[in-house]
């Protein structure tokens, strides 16, 4: 499985563990954030490591540590849901030239949810195939 999973305005690559490479996905892939009753973040640029269960969300605007986020992956336009996850910020990145944003650990991280990710992301698995 992959290691990491980047996000660029919807340009997603996987890292392949063990390989030189990334890979690009063939579909667009969008990240919403949300906080309370809020959507501050509709497709943002993401790092997901997929062996932790830890992310990076760029924003303007980072959000307090301690708080408490859902995170869907989706397929835009349509709005497919690929993924729904709990998670929580853990820090945040908001001085400096480097991009601004929060660490985001995944609260019910389960591996095969990741998992189930990356196979629709390597075309593995096709959103037909989930069973209900």
Same mark, same amino acid.
């Not at 997929?50 to 830890?54: M, R």
């Not at 859902?70 to 349509?78: K, N, Q, R, S």
């Given at each position: 499985m992959a290691n990491f999973i980047e996000d660029r305005r919807s340009s997603a690559k996987i890292n392949i563990r063990g390989a030189n490479h990334k890979r690009d996905v063939k579909f667009p892939l969008c990240l919403a954030l949300r906080y309370g009753n809020q959507v501050p973040l509709e497709c943002a640029d993401f790092l997901l490591n997929?062996?932790?269960?830890?992310l990076f969300v760029e924003t303007d605007n980072p959000l307090p540590v301690g708080s408490k986020v859902?995170?869907?992956?989706?397929?835009?336009?349509?709005i497919k849901l690929l993924s729904e996850v709990k998670g929580h910020v853990i820090g945040k990145r908001?001085?400096?030239?480097?991009?601004?944003?929060?660490?985001?650990?995944?609260? +019910?991280? $389960?591996?095969? /949810?990741l =998992?189930?990710?990356? +196979?629709? $992301?390597?075309? /593995?698995? =096709?959103?037909?195939?989930?069973?209900?």
């Open positions: 997929t062996t932790t269960g830890k859902l995170l869907h992956f989706y397929i835009p336009p349509e908001n001085l400096g030239s480097s991009s601004r944003g929060n660490y985001i650990k995944i609260n +019910d991280f $389960l591996h095969r /949810k =998992h189930r990710l990356e +196979d629709y $992301l390597s075309e /593995k698995q =096709h959103l037909v195939d989930k069973r209900i």
